[in-house]
Each structure stands twice: as structure tokens, then as C-alpha cells.
Nanobody, 121 residues
Framework: VQLQASGGGLVQPGGSLRLSCVAS????????MGWFRQAPGKERDFVAT????????YYADSVKGRFTISRDNAKYTVFLQMNNLKPEDTAVYYC???????????????WGQGTQVTVSS
């Protein structure tokens, strides 16, 4: 497994979760990382991306101000801190790697297996 996502679960509205994604060194090095999500019956959507250095980030409007993407290059790990979660955030969350800093799904070369996030009371 080259990308391993974890940290999903069941949380009440307004709660928080922190997702992690550990990558192999060959994938993580020099690559931007992103998070995407797919809700039941819907297409996979962009959530956030972070550049290789961590100096640039970009978010979907739906999560801006609530989610924070970060990375620890020494541990080959990217994180997604999700605060003030809403029922509409319920989805399978995927991490992915790309040589480009971009929000388009088709530029991502490597994908993790996904972790389920359910926001419900």
C-alpha cells in the first residue's frame, strides 16, 4: 500500500476529526498532496491540497475556514483537521499525490484506499 488513510469515524455535528495519510517515501517526496471526498451517490470532489513545502494550500469553498490541511515531510504524512463538521461532510475521504499543485482530480497519480467520515447525531 503506497498511501494509507486513517482517522475517520462517526462524529456529531459541530465535532472534529483529524485524518492522516501516510505515504511511501517515493510518493511523498517532492509531491503535492490532496484530499478528496465522495458522498453516497455522488461524484468524488476536491477538498484541499498542499504543496510539497507546505507553503501553499488551497481549499474547496465548502470547507474553507473549517478544514486545515498540513503535512509532516519527515514522517511522510499529510493531515486534514476537520472542525465544525456538518452532516453534508459525510463521505469517504481519500488522500492522493501529484506532481502538480492543483485541485483537479485527474492530475493526481496516486490514491489511498479511503476512510469513512460520518457526521450524524
Amino acid at each position: 500500500v503506497q498511501l494509507q488513510a486513517s482517522g475517520g469515524g462517526l462524529v456529531q455535528p459541530g465535532g472534529s476529526l483529524r485524518l492522516s495519510c501516510v505515504a511511501s517515501g517515493s510518493i511523498f517526496s517532492s509531491n503535492a498532496m490532496g484530499w478528496f471526498r465522495q458522498a453516497p451517490g455522488k461524484e468524488r470532489d476536491f477538498v484541499a491540497t498542499i504543496s510539497w513545502t507546505g507553503g501553499s494550500t488551497y481549499y474547496a469553498d465548502s470547507v474553507k475556514g473549517r478544514f486545515t490541511i498540513s503535512r509532516d515531510n519527515a514522517k511522510y504524512t499529510v493531515f486534514l483537521q476537520m472542525n465544525n463538521l456538518k452532516p453534508e461532510d459525510t463521505a469517504v475521504y481519500y488522500c492522493a499525490a501529484t506532481t502538480l499543485f492543483h485541485f483537479r482530480e485527474d492530475v493526481y497519480d496516486y490514491w489511498g484506499q479511503g476512510t469513512q467520515v460520518t457526521v450524524s447525531s
